[in-house]
C-alpha cells in the first residue's frame, strides 16, 4: 500500500508541525537560501543600472510607487506557503540558465536602443530564471505565482495614456451630452457653458488601471481556486478602472459646472478622484468575494528526501550563472562607443523641392516641437509657388547623429507640445495613412490649439535606418538593427505643420501635397547633413 500523503491548506499555509523535524528543515534549506541570496546579488550585480533605474522610476513616480511593495508580498506569498516548503528541498539545475540566451539578448537590444521598458522586463525574467534554477523545477513550480508576482515591479503602461485620454474624452462628453448639457469639443478639450476643460495625462486614469490589475491578480489568486474566475476577475479589474475613470472625471466635470466652478478644479480634484478610486476598488472587492471558493484541503508536495548541497556544487552553478550573466553587459559594452566624441553634423540647410520655396521672412506662428538631444534641427517656413494667398507650411527637422542616453529619437521627452505649455495645447493625436516613398505609412497627426485661437495641423514620423515610420516600436526594431551592424543609431524626427480654421481637411491636403514633392529633398539634406564615417 501507498503511504498517505500529508495534507495541508492551500490558502492558509498552516504549519504542518510533527511532520518534519525544524532543524532538519533549517539544515536542508539554509545552503540552498545561501546560493539564492547569492546568485539575486551576482545578477543585481551584472545588471546593476537596470536594477536601479526600476527603484529610481518607483521612487520619483506616484503611479509606480507601488513597486516597493512588490517583493514584500511575494515574500509574504512564499511565507504563506512554508508548510508545503517543509516537504521539498531546493535542487538547483542549470537547465533554465538556457533561457539567458533569448531573454539576455532582448536586454541587449533593449540597451543598446536605450529602451528602459525592454531591459527592466529582461532583467525581472532573469532573476525569475535564477530562481528557478537554485531552487530547482519542483520548488518553482510550488511558488510559480509568488515568483511570477515580481513582474508587477516592472514600471510599464505609459503607451497606454494617450488610448485611455482620448477614451475619457469620449466618455465624459457622451455623458454631458446624455445629461443634456451643451458641450463643444476638440480633440481631449471641451468648452460647457460654464467653462473649459481638458483631459490631460494626469487624468488619463492608467494610474488607476496599473494600481487595480495589480491588486486584481492579487486578490484573484488569494480568493480563488478555478482557473475560470481568476481570469475572469482579472478581466473585471481591467474595465472596470476603465469605466470608472470615465465616470470620474464626467462627475468633477458636473460637479465643477454645477458649483459654478469652484469645486473640483484645485486640489480638490486630485482629493476626489482617489477617494473615488478606492471606493471602486472596494466595490469590486465586494462584489468578487460574493464567489469566493471555499478554503480546500489540498494535498501537499510528495517529502522529498533532503540532500544537502555542497560547498562544489553552489560554486559550479555561481560560476556558471555568472558566465550567463555577465556575457550581455560585456557583449553591450563591445558594441557601444566607450564615451567617443560625436560626430559633428552639418549645418542644416531648409531642402528645395520644385513648387515650394523656403521663405525667410516668414514666421507665421511660434509653435515649434519640444525635442530633445539633437545633433542638429532647423525650422522653416515654405510657401506654395504661384499660390501667395495660401497659408505656409512649417517644416522640422531633429537629426540625431548618435544616440544616446538623454539623446534619443523615441522617448517621452519629445513632444510636439509640452505639458501645461503656457500658449499651445495638443487637443488630439491620432494616426493618419499617408503615402510615403510610394507605400503607406501612419503618421501621427497632431490638432494643436492656442490660446489666441490658432489652429495647426500637425504630421510627424521618424526617419530611422532609410525608413519612413511613426512607430515607435518599429523605430527602436530598425535602430536596434543599425547598432548592431555597427552604427550609431543616425536617425531624425520630421514634423510638417499648418495652419487650419474648423475644418482641417484643406489643411491635410495641403500636407499631402507638401510631403510629396519634399520627401526626396529631405531624404537627400539627412544624407549630406550626416558626415561618412563613425
Not at 448639457?181 to 494610474?207: K, N
Request: a neutral charge.
Amino acid at each position: 500500500m501507498s503511504r498517505p500523503r500529508p495534507q495541508i491548506r492551500a490558502s492558509a499555509g498552516v504549519e504542518g508541525a510533527g511532520l518534519v523535524n525544524p532543524s532538519g528543515v533549517l539544515a536542508t534549506w539554509l545552503p540552498g537560501l545561501l546560493l539564492l541570496l547569492a546568485a539575486v546579488g551576482l545578477l543585481g550585480l551584472a545588471f546593476l543600472p537596470t536594477a536601479q533605474s526600476i527603484v529610481s522610476i518607483w521612487n520619483r513616480s506616484d503611479t509606480y510607487a507601488h513597486g516597493f511593495l512588490i517583493l514584500p508580498i511575494s515574500l509574504w506569498l512564499v511565507w504563506e506557503k512554508r508548510a508545503g516548503l517543509r516537504q521539498l528541498a531546493p535542487r538547483p539545475t542549470p537547465w533554465p540558465l538556457l533561457l539567458f540566451l533569448p531573454v539576455g539578448f532582448a536586454w541587449l537590444l533593449g540597451r543598446l536602443v536605450d529602451v528602459l521598458v525592454v531591459q527592466q522586463f529582461a532583467f525581472v525574467a532573469l532573476l525569475v530564471v535564477s530562481i528557478w534554477a537554485v531552487l530547482g523545477h519542483r520548488v518553482a513550480r510550488f511558488l510559480a505565482f509568488p515568483i511570477l508576482f515580481l513582474f508587477f515591479g516592472v514600471p510599464v503602461g505609459e503607451g497606454l495614456v494617450y488610448p485611455m485620454m482620448n477614451f475619457t474624452a469620449d466618455f465624459t462628453v457622451g455623458m454631458l451630452k446624455l445629461t443634456g448639457i451643451p458641450v463643444y469639443r476638440e480633440g481631449t478639450l471641451f468648452t460647457i457653458p460654464s467653462g473649459q476643460w481638458s483631459v490631460v495625462e494626469a487624468c488619463s486614469g492608467v494610474r488607476y488601471l496599473i494600481a487595480s490589475v495589480t491588486l486584481g491578480v492579487l486578490f484573484a489568486y488569494l480568493t480563488y481556486t478555478r482557473w475560470w474566475k481568476r481570469l475572469l476577475f482579472v478581466l473585471f479589474s481591467i474595465l472596470a478602472p476603465i469605466i470608472a475613470n470615465g465616470f470620474r472625471a464626467y462627475i468633477i466635470v458636473l460637479i465643477g459646472h454645477l458649483s459654478d466652478m469652484k469645486l473640483a478644479v484645485g486640489v480638490d480634484h486630485l482629493i476626489y478622484g482617489w477617494v473615488f478610486f478606492g471606493i471602486v476598488i472596494m466595490i469590486m472587492f465586494l462584489i468578487g468575494s460574493l464567489w469566493r471558493d471555499p478554503a480546500e484541503l489540498a494535498p501537499g508536495p510528495d517529502p522529498v528526501p533532503a540532500e544537502p548541497l555542497s560547498l562544489r556544487t553552489g560554486s559550479r552553478f555561481l560560476g556558471l550563472l555568472a558566465a550567463a550573466a555577465f556575457l550581455w553587459p560585456l557583449s553591450a559594452w563591445a558594441l557601444s562607443d566607450h564615451g567617443a566624441a560625436v560626430a559633428p553634423v552639418v549645418d542644416l540647410r531648409p531642402p528645395q523641392a520644385p513648387g515650394w520655396t523656403a521663405d525667410a521672412a516668414i514666421d507665421a506662428w511660434d509653435w515649434r516641437p519640444r525635442i530633445v538631444g539633437t545633433d542638429g534641427s532647423l525650422y522653416a517656413f515654405y510657401r506654395q509657388d504661384g499660390a501667395q494667398a495660401e497659408a505656409p507650411v512649417g517644416l522640422y527637422l531633429g537629426v540625431y547623429r548618435t544616440q544616446r542616453q538623454g539623446a534619443e529619437l523615441v522617448t517621452s521627452a519629445n513632444v510636439m507640445v509640452e505639458q501645461d505649455h503656457a500658449i499651445w495645447s495638443d487637443t488630439s493625436v491620432r494616426s493618419r495613412p499617408v503615402l510615403l516613398d510610394g507605400r503607406e505609412v501612419s503618421l501621427q497627426q497632431h490638432h494643436l490649439l492656442s490660446r489666441r485661437g490658432e489652429r495647426l495641423l500637425v504630421w510627424s514620423w521618424y526617419l530611422v535606418d532609410d525608413r519612413h515610420t511613426s512607430n515607435p516600436y518599429l523605430a527602436k526594431l530598425l535602430e536596434a538593427k543599425s547598432r548592431l551592424r555597427g552604427n550609431r543609431g543616425e536617425a531624425a524626427l520630421i514634423a510638417v505643420a499648418t495652419p487650419y480654421d474648423e475644418q482641417p481637411g484643406p489643411a491635410a491636403e495641403r500636407l499631402t501635397a507638401f510631403v510629396d514633392a519634399m520627401l526626396p529633398a529631405i531624404d537627400r539634406e539627412m544624407e549630406r547633413s550626416l558626415p561618412a564615417g563613425h
